[in-house]
């Protein structure tokens, strides 16, 4: 129902809205006066009611009265229904005009203070002017409800005219008697009717300032939308929906209206959405140049992070190799200063068997004369033994005893001479031995002199060479540590180009959206002509650090973490 109410009004133009809503407001105006003055009606209507009602009460009590002193013996029923009625015909108002009258159960008039010729007749065929049986109706009433009201039309003896008039009857049941006491109301009417016209007359005058004021309004709100409101509601749905296309059907709208002002947002809005599609575009295939150099480039850092790697690995292999050389030169220092002492040691050594070799070769020398000397002496005794074996022969059988001895002198004296002969040749062996070993010594003093000498210098040169190493040692220390801030470097590098292109990525990713977002807009009736998105590019391929190179990268973590949070805010 509601829905069908809206989709009504919907469909009527502003002109007819208004129309309407002037409509209900002059009408409803209209039915609040007439309502207003059928109020006032009523509330006169129930004054007059409750006083006809206050007034059978009254007569109602009279009869109670007289009839409770009838009960009492005082007198009659009779008679108390006589002085009753005697007493409610003197109940009388509005000089006259109002009075109380009874008829029984048999419908005969008891009582009634004007038609006097019809008491004691029957009043029930007695009808109004139009038929209406007036007093069958309030025995009616009277039966079933115990009292009501009862409307008629009657002669109003002041005006001689047939008015309304109303009457409230009630009936005593002890008696059997109904009391009644009318009122007309034409007066009523004719104050109902003067107020009526009075009230509609100025909500008449309302009416027609209401009317001249919503047609002022609705001049005023037409100049202000420039047009139907449902047209610039339709506009503007059609720009919410993103049709920016111009579609007014050749209208042309006041300046300053609400129609040109949205046409002036609609063609604004098309220039702005034209170059948003441009510029996203132009910003998408920068994302995705950024990001793509961004690949390479942390592909290429982590392949750099990685040989600084291995290169800080084959640095620190080499500066042990470098410190274990320098460790071994001065070992071999040590090595060369004891082969040293040790050299000039066994050349005075050498030395000493040189000069003992001298002398042994002078006393195998004076061996050799003692010898000579024995070998002549041996000789000569041998010259003798001869000789002496000459001259016991010479003796004969004398000298036979000097000869045996002679003979023994000589033999031994030949083998003294042998033995010397072979002690000298020992001898003589024994000083070329000697003399060879001395030469020998000789040389080798001589070798030893030279291997002194380059023992020294040996022992220079590795002195040198320890120095040397121990300085390489340090220098190395040195570019170890250089590779190593290189390589954290290149690591924090490295980190930082992910995280560029990360951010590449997520720009290219929210310059797609707003592509995406851009094509939602439709210029000139057609759909924008935002290019199709450009792929995505593949995601960088991240190359695994080594555990140590990553380790050192995450020691600078705020200058990353400020990095992060400069990109997350980019």
């Keep these: 129902m509601l829905s069908a109410i809206r989709g009504f009004f919907d469909r009527l133009s502003l002109n007819a809205r208004l129309v309407l809503v002037v409509s209900v407001v002059v009408l409803g105006l209209f039915g609040l006066t007439v309502m207003n003055a059928l109020q006032n009606r009523a509330g006169q209507m129930d004054g007059l009611q409750s006083l006809l009602r206050s007034q059978i009460e009254s007569a109602v009590s009279v009869a109670a009265a007289f009839h409770e002193r009838a009960g009492k013996g005082e007198f009659s029923e009779a008679e108390a229904q006589k002085r009753a009625l005697a007493q409610i015909h003197d109940m009388q ?55 009501g009201l009862t409307y008629y039309d009657w002669l109003k003896p002041s005006s001689k005219k047939i008015v309304g008039k109303v009457t409230y009857s009630e009936r005593y049941q002890p008696w059997g008697m109904h009391f009644g006491a009318g009122a007309y109301f034409d007066d009523i009417d004719a104050q109902f009717r003067q107020t009526l016209a009075l009230n509609l007359g100025k909500a008449g005058l309302l009416a027609l300032l209401v009317i001249a004021l919503v047609w002022l309004s609705m001049r005023s709100i037409r100049r202000s939308i420039g047009g139907e409101p449902g047209f610039a509601v339709a506009m503007a749905t059609r720009i919410a929906n993103g049709d920016l296309g111009k579609d007014d059907g050749g209208k042309t709208f006041a300046a300053g209206s609400l129609l040109a002002e949205l046409a002036r947002m609609r063609d604004r809005l098309t220039g702005i959405v034209g170059e948003v599609q441009h510029g996203s575009e132009a910003v998408s295939s920068a994302a995705q140049q950024i990001a793509k150099g961004n690949d390479d480039l942390s592909q290429r850092t982590q392949e750099q992070a990685s040989s600084l790697e291995e290169t800080a690995a084959s640095m620190e292999e080499m500066t042990s190799t470098v410190k274990q050389n320098a460790e071994n030169a001065s070992y071999a220092n040590q090595l060369a200063s004891g082969a040293r002492e040790q050299a000039e040691r066994g050349g005075e050594v050498a030395a000493q068997a040189v000069a003992a070799m001298d002398e042994i070769n002078a006393s195998s020398r004076k061996i050799a004369d003692i010898v000579g000397l024995i070998d002549e002496i041996a000789f000569q005794t041998n010259l003798l033994s001869l000789n002496a074996a000459v001259e016991a022969a010479r ?41 060879a070993g001395s030469a020998l010594v000789d040389q080798s003093g001589a070798a030893l002199t030279g291997i002194v000498e380059s023992v020294k210098k040996v022992t220079d040169i590795v002195a040198e060479i320890a120095a040397a190493s121990h300085e390489q040692s340090a220098g190395i220390d040195q570019v170890n540590r250089a590779v190593m801030q290189m390589d954290e470097v290149t690591q924090q590098n490295a980190a930082l180009v992910e995280e560029a292109a990360a951010a590449a990525r997520a720009m290219q990713e929210q310059a797609l959206e707003l592509q995406r977002q851009m094509r939602f807009f439709q210029l000139g009736g057609a759909p924008s002509d935002a290019q199709a998105p450009v792929a995505a590019p593949e995601s960088a391929r991240v190359v695994e650090l080594p555990r140590k190179a990553v380790a050192r990268a995450a020691e600078p973590a705020p200058r990353r973490a400020a990095a992060a949070g400069a990109w997350t805010e980019f």
């Design 93 to 147: 108002w509005n000089k006259g005009a109002g009075y109380v009258f009874a008829f029984d159960d048999k419908y005969t008039l008891t009582s009634h203070p004007v038609m006097l010729d019809k008491l004691g007749t029957s009043v029930r065929e007695m009808t109004d002017q139009n038929g209406k049986p007036i007093f069958q109706a309030m025995h009616a009433i009277d039966m079933k409800d115990g009292g």
């Design 395 to 435: 003796a004969g059988e004398q000298g036979r005893g000097f000869a045996v001895v002679a003979s023994e002198v000589r033999s031994l004296s030949q083998r003294s001479a042998a033995a010397a002969k072979e002690i000298k040749g020992l001898i003589n062996e024994s000083v070329q031995r000697v003399q």
